[in-house]
């Protein structure tokens, strides 16, 4: 297996919701597109440009706005420079110009063609985009959405890696060379980014605190809101009023019910389509939030600490994602709330000051946990089961924190590579209803939205 050599920085991106294999990943595919194509000299002038989803993009597409998305990102956005009421102008259909290169032609969310659910490409999430001259196809590129955001390309080069000092491809590897090297767990990550982005570690820091204040910002606005969620379900916010509620007089859960806010508050603004950060995806962009925000706002834990833990909580992911899957689409739910849940629950244990064995016991536990679940939105919309879900999935990994937090090293039984390794054997084994087609699970058992 070779080494992990992702940044923390394409872990955590800041960008639209609701679903960061529907949004952001086919927004880079359309940016990605533009570029590409402005140095061509085709012979014949294309008279359209034609987008073909497939796979859960072609299930789930419309309710998660992957119209809209990749259109902006053909249009030349990228999600870390657009604006939310751009996007949602978007819906209208009203026709925008396609600037590229020679190419000027006119683009929709008419363009874009739901195409078959099961295929046979590479990754289930797949976007073609062509330009076209009637009939022809003049230039085409195939896209592959990769889950959190991540996406790839046929035939794309291999991109010239960074060599990172410290070479692991799971939790073992990194353990035996933490003990050799006598160094904590954030230092190796530290030393390992600094290699991979070629940034100072101060950079490193300044860079994490900007996605810090990105996860409690899109906390605070989700507490502030009210109303109900764009989308056929009219399903109302709830984050506002369960951490009003938790100033209650007689509210002895204030802690938990500020928890379960935070977790709503997150994942509602993701639900919105509003900015959030992808931790490890969108879907999934209130646990690691709530759990930030708590620590930083109601146990007082110092930023410094915070990041370290973060550092941390990246390398979970990194495992995860490279052992398994972190998208709903290859492995159900599992993936996503359950790989965030153990990345908070890392998260929570490092900052509190454990050392690194309850870390892995705390993600281990979340993570196993989650076994088995599946990803089945209910319309195809980033809202039920996923809000409540990620409310769950930080409270379970505060609550996994606490039970690791009293472990005895000697009487550890799981590992946090044998947890991932089940999990990527179950997704294997699921059916493709139960992997965000909405197919199967509650997208079919509640049908009246
Ligand atoms: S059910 Fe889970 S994996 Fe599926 S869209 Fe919702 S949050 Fe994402």
Redesign the pocket.
Same mark, same amino acid.
């Given at each position: 297996m070779p080494a992990i050599t992702t940044s923390v920085f394409e872990l955590f991106k800041i960008g639209p919701g609701p679903?960061s294999s529907h949004t952001i990943g086919p927004m880079k595919a359309g940016y990605n597109f533009n570029k590409t194509v402005a140095d061509l000299e085709p012979a014949e002038q294309p008279d359209n440009i034609e987008v073909r989803l497939y796979g859960s993009l072609s299930a789930t597409g419309k309710g998660h706005g992957t119209d809209r998305a990749v259109v902006a990102g053909l249009l030349g956005f990228r999600p870390d420079n657009v604006e939310c009421d751009f996007l949602d102008s978007l819906a209208d259909g009203k026709p925008q110009q396609f600037e590229s290169g020679k190419i000027s032609l006119p683009l929709s969310i008419k363009n874009v063609v739901y195409a078959e659910v099961e295929n046979d490409f590479p990754y289930a999430n797949t976007l073609l985009i062509r330009l076209r001259k009637g009939a022809e196809i003049l230039f085409e590129q195939e896209y592959y959405s990769i889950g959190g955001g991540f996406i790839r390309w046929k035939d794309q080069l291999p991109e010239i890696q960074r060599t990172p000092p410290y070479k692991y491809s799971n939790m073992d590897e990194l353990k035996s060379i933490l003990a050799e090297e006598g160094i904590r767990m954030h230092q190796a990550i530290l030393a390992n980014e600094t290699a991979i982005s070629g940034i100072s570690e101060d950079e490193v820091y300044e860079k994490l605190d900007v996605i810090l204040d990105a996860m409690k910002q899109a906390v605070r606005n989700g507490l502030a809101a009210e109303g109900a969620l764009p989308g056929p379900i009219g399903l109302h916010r709830k984050a506002k009023r369960l951490f009003d509620n938790s100033s209650q007089p007689n509210a002895s859960d204030s802690f938990l019910i500020r928890l379960n806010a935070y977790g709503f508050a997150a994942s509602e603004e993701n639900a919105a389509g509003h900015i959030v950060v992808t931790a490890p995806?969108s %879907?999934?962009a209130g646990v690691i939030p709530a759990a930030v925000y708590a620590l930083e706002e109601d146990l007082g834990i110092t930023r410094e600490k915070i990041r370290e833990g973060m550092l941390v909580c990246a390398a979970l992911g990194f495992i995860a994602k490279h052992n398994a899957s972190i998208a %709903?689409a290859e492995v159900?739910?599992q993936?996503?709330?359950g790989v965030a849940s153990a990345m908070a629950a890392g998260l929570i244990a490092y900052a509190n000051g454990h050392r690194f064995w309850r870390t892995e016991n705390a993600a281990e536990s979340a993570l196993e946990h989650h076994l088995g679940i599946?990803?089945?939105?209910v319309g195809g919309y980033?809202q039920i089961?996923?809000i409540e879900?990620?409310a769950m999935g930080v409270v379970r990994a505060y609550n996994s924190y606490l039970i690791a937090s009293v472990e005895n090293e000697k009487f550890h039984k799981v590992s946090f590579d044998e947890v991932v390794k089940a999990m990527a054997e179950t997704g294997k084994d699921m059916n493709s209803k139960y992997k965000?087609t909405s197919l199967g699970g509650l997208a079919v058992s509640v049908p009246n939205c």
């Open positions: 679903s995806t %879907g999934s %709903g159900g739910c993936g996503e709330i599946t990803c089945d939105p980033v089961p996923c879900r990620n965000e």
